[in-house]
């Protein structure tokens, strides 16, 4: 995949388990640059990308949920940095399907992280990369957006935006020089999954990026972590409703 040397490597949400993890594979002879909120306290996530072979590693203040300050923080890696090369879009929240049902505010808080802010920020991305003929996008959806659950509609309503979004957008770049990459992992274990019981094909943050990285080099405009979840995914579609509503998380 001939962008990601092209250009920094940035991780809009420097701390997901899963945006570190790929920034190692993504590092050697690059650029990073990690996007986060409290961007001054990511000392053990630079030091990490460090040792895996960046030339470089910078950070940058970034919340993802404030929409107006998106187009400043591109403006920013672009003027500093040059053209941004690859950029991965790690942030996202899980929340509380039990107090979302009840808490409407909470409810909009998951959404507005998950999808509007998504969509924000990619549109603007996409834009900037647009202009640079060249660059390629990251985006995460998720086996919970296929179809709507009972246990996890509203994180599943968002991912499901998000997809919807993200292959347009995919199309809508076709011949433009810049790429996108859907990528559609199961249950991920780690931080964000603590306590909860691993579903079936179960992946961790380490799994993921080895299966983006290797989806990046090769072009590849879709990937499923792990393979076989593509199967589950169809399955999931053709369930009857009576017995898709049954089912635990």
């Known amino acids: 995949m001939s962008d990601t040397g092209a250009g920094p490597v940035v991780i809009f949400g420097g701390r997901s388990e899963i945006g570190v993890e790929l920034a190692?594979?993504?590092?050697?002879?690059?650029?990073?640059?990690?996007?986060?909120?409290?961007?001054?306290?990511?000392?053990?996530?630079?030091?990490?990308?460090?040792e895996a072979g960046a030339i470089a590693v910078h950070t940058v203040e970034f919340d993802a949920d404030d929409l107006a300050a998106h187009g400043?923080?591109?403006q920013?890696?672009?003027?500093?940095?040059?053209?941004?090369?690859?950029?991965?879009?790690?942030?996202?929240?899980?929340?509380?399907?039990?107090?979302?049902e009840a808490d409407a505010a909470h409810a909009v808080a998951v959404v507005h992280t998950d999808?509007?802010?998504?969509?924000?920020?990619?549109?603007?991305?996409?834009?900037?990369?647009?202009?640079?003929?060249?660059?390629?996008?990251?985006v995460f959806s998720s086996i919970a957006g296929v179809r709507g659950r009972r246990a996890n509609?509203?994180?599943?309503?968002?991912?499901?935006?998000?997809?919807?979004?993200?292959?347009?957008?995919?199309?809508a770049l076709h011949g433009s020089g810049v790429h996108l990459l859907l990528v559609r992992p199961g249950f991920v274990i780690g931080r964000m999954t603590e306590g909860m019981e691993p579903a079936p094909l179960s992946t961790t943050p380490a799994k993921v990026a080895d299966a983006v990285a290797r989806a990046l080099r090769s072009g590849r405009r879709e990937v499923w972590v792990p393979a076989p979840l593509a199967l589950l995914a169809f399955a999931f579609r053709m369930m009857p409703r009576f017995v898709w509503r049954r089912l635990p998380r």
């Open 153 to 171: 509609y509203v994180y599943g309503s968002a991912k499901a935006g998000l997809d919807a979004f993200a292959s347009g957008l995919a199309d």
């Open 72 to 74: 400043a923080v591109i």
């Open 24 to 50: 190692q594979r993504l590092a050697p002879g690059a650029t990073v640059v990690l996007a986060a909120r409290r961007a001054d306290q990511l000392d053990e996530q630079v030091n990490v990308l460090r």
């Open 76 to 100: 920013r890696l672009v003027v500093e940095y040059g053209p941004i090369g690859t950029a991965v879009l790690a942030f996202g929240i899980l929340g509380e399907q039990a107090r979302a």
């Open 115 to 138: 999808y509007v802010a998504q969509v924000s920020l990619l549109t603007q991305l996409s834009v900037a990369m647009r202009a640079a003929d060249r660059g390629s996008l990251v």
